[in-house]
């Protein structure tokens, strides 16, 4: 690759050079790194531990044709990490067999129930993808049976040493690897690539960036140096996809290929059809079509999940409304932290029941789906909480845990429950004064700027997420029209200073509509408008205010 300096076709609009100057990114090089990553300035993996010494030991599986069995977590992450590695086995001569945990058979990590399933498949070599860091008794019963275990995974790494063939996690205190935010999917990019390299073989590893950025969008990875570069081209790649599989996700969650794709619409729209079904199930399915090749099998495995997708919606509904009773029957409104949880409560779901209380109370929350007695729960807070190290100082009450400050999940027994929650809220308490990360205020457009270079200025500050957030724009305009449509939504016809008109849409605003006319400041998100087309755009409206 040409790794010349870019120059860019014309100078940013004022309104995202404030935005990028408020960032604190300097003209010059920095400034050019950041709207334009490339995969050839990703960091040298060469003090990445482990990773030459896996790349050689599946060289070796693969020349002796040595089953090799990866075991995946549930999630996006561990589903796009376990596919690339089948994907590149395959690709390269070898022989793979996947096998994913199940939230209802075993539940996350290498349980007993995910040995024993591992160990029917009678494997020469094992590879765990994003998970493995904490299952030390399970994977130790695999190394003394004599199969080599290697474990690839991102979350935080316990004192004891894991007994494996070879460990490759950042977060392992004698990893050198200066970046420590990739997602496993990431990491098993990396390992395919140094893999090709022993081999001495020609692989194009592109084929594979539009997984490497489902599964790191998706685990809430910070969108940050290395991670920003795999994601901008994983985004690319998305959008033009060759795999059946992806083209089929694409179009039955309706996203047009005539505009760039942004990380948000992995967040939004691929990963919670991509979660469904290990959910609601079990997460095979939405496995079968990140690989398949065909595009009417692909077509109909797309149906499946979508119509998974919308089941899980109507049971979230019910959990949500049953945990808000749960609330206000144990007085926990004001606590430090909501823990609750019910026989019955799909332990599937409730992640996202978690994301939605500590999104509304503004605090972390721990919601518990029990079944005959034991309960399996996620815990979610608000974006910078050391929600691993609350968790840690309960571990007593608890059966397992694992997972990273941004997101944790736990097993525990009924009995247990009401101790643990004194434990926790007196735990989080105590991490009450944590440092949130920076929000910067809206950018306001700038009179000279036309909102399409704005909107087309904002694509390059993409992959926009953790540690990268998508700024809001403020417009200072007029409304020219203002009413209610279907669904309790708000439709506004906003004129600009230089008398352009503009659209905006505000869901869930439509009860403002009546009060709306005049001199306004409207703030939201800049988008294409796909309905009137070209270079036509709205704004997806979060806060409207009148003078």
């Not at 990019?189 to 590893?205: I, N, T």
């Not at 809220?425 to 440092?435: I, W």
């Amino acid at each position: 690759m040409n790794n010349a300096r870019r120059t860019p076709k014309r100078l940013l609009t004022k309104t995202v050079a404030s935005y990028v100057a408020e960032r604190g990114i300097e003209e010059g090089p920095s400034l050019e790194d950041f709207l334009d990553p490339r995969l050839n300035a990703l960091t040298s993996p060469e003090k990445m531990n482990d990773r030459l010494t896996i790349a050689r030991r599946l060289a070796q599986a693969i020349r002796e044709k040595t089953k090799i069995v990866v075991f995946g977590d549930y999630d996006c992450d561990g589903m796009t990490a376990t596919a690339i590695l089948c994907d590149a086995i395959e690709a390269l001569g070898g022989t793979a067999h996947a096998i994913l945990a199940s939230r209802f058979d075993g539940g996350y990590g290498v349980s007993k129930r995910a040995l024993t399933k591992i160990q029917a498949a009678e494997p020469g070599l094992v590879v765990t993808c994003d998970c493995g860091s904490s299952d030390h008794a399970t994977l130790g019963v695999l190394t003394e049976q004599g199969i080599d275990v290697i474990v690839i995974d991102h979350h935080l790494v316990p004192d004891t040493p894991l007994p494996v063939f070879a460990f490759l996690n950042p977060h392992r205190p004698e990893c050198a690897f200066p970046y420590k935010g990739m997602a496993s999917c990431g990491l098993v990019f990396s390992v395919v690539a140094a893999l090709r390299k022993e081999l001495g073989v020609s692989l194009d590893l592109r084929q594979w960036l539009d997984l490497v950025a489902i599964g790191t969008v998706a685990d809430v990875a910070p969108l940050t140096q290395d991670n920003r570069a795999l994601v901008r081209a994983g985004l690319q790649t998305l959008r033009n996809s060759e795999r059946a599989g992806i083209r089929a996700l694409v179009n039955i969650v309706g996203l047009d290929r005539d505009y760039p794709f942004v990380a948000s619409d992995i967040g939004f729209r691929i990963a919670p059809r991509l979660n469904a079904p290990g959910r609601m199930q079990d997460p095979d399915l939405a496995f079968q079509l990140l690989r398949e090749r065909d595009p009417s099998r692909a077509e109909a495995l797309a149906e499946e999940v979508e119509q998974l997708c919308k089941t899980r919606r109507v049971i979230q509904a019910k959990i949500e409304e049953e945990a808000e009773t749960e609330i206000r029957e144990l007085n926990l409104a004001e606590a430090p932290a909501l823990v609750i949880g019910r026989e019955g409560w799909n332990h599937g779901i409730v992640g996202i029941v978690a994301g939605r209380l500590a999104e509304k109370y503004k605090r972390p929350a721990l919601v518990v789906g029990f079944e005959n007695g034991v309960g399996r729960g996620s815990v979610r807070g608000p974006a910078g909480f050391p929600l691993y190290d609350a968790l840690c100082a309960c571990e007593g009450h608890l059966e397992r845990f694992g997972g990273h400050q941004a997101a944790a999940g736990m097993e525990i027994k009924a009995e247990n429950l009401a101790a643990f929650r004194a434990a926790y809220e007196l735990a989080c308490d105590e991490r009450k004064n944590f440092e949130p990360p920076l929000v910067l205020p809206p950018l306001d457009l700038q009179p000279e700027d036309d909102l399409s270079d704005v909107l087309a200025d904002l694509y390059l500050l993409e992959p926009c997420g953790e540690q990268n957030p998508a700024p809001s724009l403020a417009i200072n305009c007029r409304v020219r029209g203002s009413r209610e449509v279907r669904g309790g939504h708000l439709k506004l016809d906003l004129e600009l200073a230089n008398g352009r008109r503009v659209g905006g849409f505000g869901p869930n605003l439509g009860g403002k509509a009546k009060e709306l006319a005049g001199e306004a400041r409207v703030v939201g998100q800049l988008r294409p408008d796909r309905y009137r087309g070209g270079d036509a755009v709205e704004l997806l409206v979060t806060q409207v205010d009148c003078h």
